[in-house]
């Protein structure tokens, strides 16, 4: 913050001086970013990686590379089979400016005091899936009481498995929950050594097999227990290049645009199918019944900042988390804010225009 009683002990050329000085100093630092470093959740079962929605998408359109590539600044896509934990981590030590994140693990690093700013939403309202042994007979997590539950530990997964039981008045002590990452857990769960995990589409691959039953999904619960998704930003790098950030918002709006048209539900499917070398039909079934439109909205309005404030305070009463703090002081929704009115700006001068008018 610049003080003005620096400069009243200044001429008025020196004081304008050094204020250039500090535009300049602000600028060069600007120009020193060369690469900018964005976190992903590995979701793929295969060698190539994917975050699948948006990252995909952006991934396969280059959205980000384009936009940075005149001024030399390189996208770095950093995807971690650690997950939440692991980007936390990352963030906390300053290896990354961006992070694409599940509700919980972001909600963990704010509320043990990692600056992050709540930038965007990327999905929400995503479904999460009980999957059981074959033959089991379990279709309820009443039923699952005193069995071994797979649970990625440190996840959105374990926070939607929390509101889940709250639902139906249950806890996780309820159960012997195991800690496992998902790809072990549909492993364990094919070997008949766990009884059931609570995980995301992941699970219809095992189902398609003959290796488990999926009797419950979120949606059976009026929605409890649904995942959302968040972007994050590293605060120092949000404070230090605003413009940076500005730019990589707006870059990623006609990904969202694209994600966003049902038409392009099979095509999306299709993408994500290739780059997490999950079956196709697992996506489908997944995607039954649900719009894209809704899924991928990236406003930070009333009703997602309410939902993840209701997560926080879930969070907390689990004990989950050692320290509560206010959702909407975390957001920092001006740079979406901004690209949705350039956005909705050039498509009302697009209709105006004499061409659109023919």
Do not use: C
């Amino acid at each position: 913050m610049i003080r003005t009683f620096f400069f009243k002990s200044m001429s008025l050329p020196a004081a304008a001086l050094s204020l250039a000085a500090l535009l300049v100093s602000s600028q060069v630092n600007a120009d020193t970013v060369k690469e900018i470093r964005i976190a992903v959740p590995d979701i793929s079962a295969g060698t190539t990686p994917s975050g699948a929605g948006i990252v995909d998408v952006l991934r396969e359109q280059q959205s980000l590379e384009k936009e940075f590539e005149k001024d030399g600044i390189k996208i770095r896509w950093d995807f971690f089979k650690g997950a939440g934990p692991a980007i936390n981590e990352a963030l906390a030590n300053g290896q990354e400016d961006f992070a694409y994140l599940g509700d919980f693990p972001a909600i963990i690093g704010k509320a043990g005091g990692l600056d992050t700013r709540l930038l965007s939403a990327v999905a929400r309202d995503v479904k999460l899936y009980l999957a059981v042994q074959p033959g089991s007979g379990i279709t309820t997590l009443e039923a699952l009481k005193g069995k071994r539950v797979a649970i990625f530990r440190g996840t959105a997964t374990q926070l939607s498995f929390a509101s889940a039981l709250a639902h139906q008045g249950l806890k996780e002590s309820d159960y012997k929950v195991v800690n496992l990452d998902y790809n072990a857990a549909n492993a364990a769960l094919a070997a008949k050594q766990i009884d059931g995990t609570w995980a995301g589409a992941g699970v219809f691959a095992l189902k398609a097999r003959g290796l488990a039953d999926v009797p419950l999904n979120t949606a059976d619960l009026d929605g409890a227990g649904s995942m959302q998704a968040v972007l994050l930003g590293r605060g120092a790098f949000v404070d230090q290049h605003p413009e940076l950030v500005a730019r990589l918002i707006k870059a990623q709006q006609p990904a969202i645009a694209w994600l966003r048209n049902d038409e392009h539900k099979q095509d999306y499917i299709n993408l994500v199918a290739r780059l997490a070398s999950f079956p196709a039909q697992i996506l489908t079934a997944d995607a039954e019944g649900q719009s894209l439109v809704k899924i991928f909205a990236p406003q930070l309005d009333a009703p997602f900042l309410d939902n993840l404030q209701r997560s926080v305070d879930l969070a907390l009463d689990a004990k989950l988390i050692r320290k509560g703090f206010e959702v909407k002081s975390w957001a920092e929704p001006r740079f979406l804010d901004d690209a949705l009115q350039a956005e909705s700006k050039q498509a009302s001068n697009a209709l105006q225009s004499p061409q659109a008018s023919r």
